[in-house]
């Protein structure tokens, strides 16, 4: 059973950062990925980053390249999200998700979430 948990959520001031981090239990093996999107009120869920356990290759969104960045300890189960230079439109429910995606941006093709950790950004 693939279990994961997403802390480190607040809220903060826009240009502040913050780390997410996601605690995975099992879904580590081979083809695995964990992935980080976030869900603000009213829209749909977007894809904000990805990272394999093993090897550990990045792919961010658009809207966060060069201000989050994705990491990982396998021996660990984590996955950590920094978050850098926040801006009032980051803030969402952000949560954690793993699988054998297909596609790498499509919420659908992860059978295992994390339950969210709301990120708020004021102005």
């Known amino acids: 059973q693939v279990q994961l948990v997403e802390s480190g959520g607040g809220l903060v001031q826009a240009g502040d950062s913050l780390t997410l981090s996601c605690a995975a239990s099992?879904?580590?093996?081979?083809?695995?990925?964990v992935s980080w999107f976030r869900q603000a009120p009213g829209k749909e869920r977007e894809f904000v980053a990805t990272i394999r356990w093993i090897p550990a290759s990045t792919y961010y969104a658009d809207s966060v390249k060069g201000r989050f960045t994705i990491s990982n300890d396998v021996d660990k189960k984590m996955v950590w999200l920094q978050m850098n230079s926040l801006k009032p439109e980051d803030t969402a429910v952000y949560h954690c998700?793993?699988?054998?995606?297909?596609?790498?941006?499509?919420?659908?093709?992860?059978?295992?979430w994390g339950q969210g950790t709301q990120v708020t950004v004021s102005s």
């Open positions: 099992g879904g580590t093996s081979s083809g695995y990925r």
């Open positions: 998700a793993t699988g054998r995606p297909y596609t790498l941006t499509r919420p659908s093709d992860y059978p295992y």
